[in-house]
């Protein structure tokens, strides 16, 4: 019986090499992929490399991840031109020290990368630009003074996740038509087409609000 057995597993194992003998290796294999496909993944590809940086940043701020509890949902909708209205949808996820933004599925941003770089003028005196980063997907700028104080600027994509400390002065407000968020010194907030970011080394809501009209096209 056992001999048997031993002639089906040597029987099956020979044909499964015969029957795998002439399929082709790896290396000569074509591969066609469509355009979308190409397209996706090299989007992919950046993306990821921005997540990359975001979350340095996330690390520089000190934020912490943990479990969704709840989501809640608002929308709004914006106008880009004559003939497309994309719908915007945001959703908030609620935990227990933060909120997370993030944007529906369903939703249509009406661009895909940063097509037009904003800036902030009329900065406090003493302040100089230190750091600046800018790829497809975000722009990310660090203002400095001789007293180690920082002014922090970021622009991003409307479908850049993040989160919001919920621990530290906490408070939803509205700017340009938009729900904005202040939160830990602080300032979130949307134009329709990007996100901004501003933050003040021991800055007030006043402060930042005062800095946030301070936002142009930069040349």
Request: charge should be negative.
């Amino acid at each position: 019986m056992e001999d048997s057995r031993e002639l089906f597993v040597k029987a099956f194992m020979e044909a499964e090499r015969i029957d795998n003998s002439n399929l082709k290796n790896e290396e000569e294999i074509e591969w066609d992929f469509s355009k979308k496909f190409e397209s996706s993944m090299n989007k992919l590809i950046k993306r990821n490399n921005h997540i990359k940086l975001s979350t340095r940043r996330n690390i520089k701020k000190g934020l912490l991840i943990v479990a969704i509890v709840t989501i809640v949902a608002f929308t709004g909708l914006m106008s880009v031109s004559a003939t497309r209205t994309p719908f915007i949808e945001f959703i908030k996820k609620t935990f227990p020290q933060f909120n997370e933004i993030t944007l529906s599925e369903e939703s249509t941003p009406p661009v895909d990368k940063i097509e037009t770089e904003y800036t902030l003028t009329n900065l406090p005196e003493g302040f100089e630009i230190k750091e600046y980063q800018k790829d497809d997907l975000g722009v990310f700028v660090i203002w400095r003074n001789d007293n180690n104080e920082e002014i922090v600027f970021g622009q991003d994509l409307l479908d850049s996740n993040f989160t919001i400390d919920t621990e530290h002065g906490y408070e939803e407000l509205y700017i340009n038509g938009y729900k904005a968020y202040y939160y830990a010194s602080q300032l979130k907030w949307t134009d329709g087409v990007y996100w901004f970011t501003l933050g003040i080394t021991n800055g007030n809501k006043s402060e930042l609000l005062k800095l946030s009209k301070n936002i142009s096209v930069k040349k």
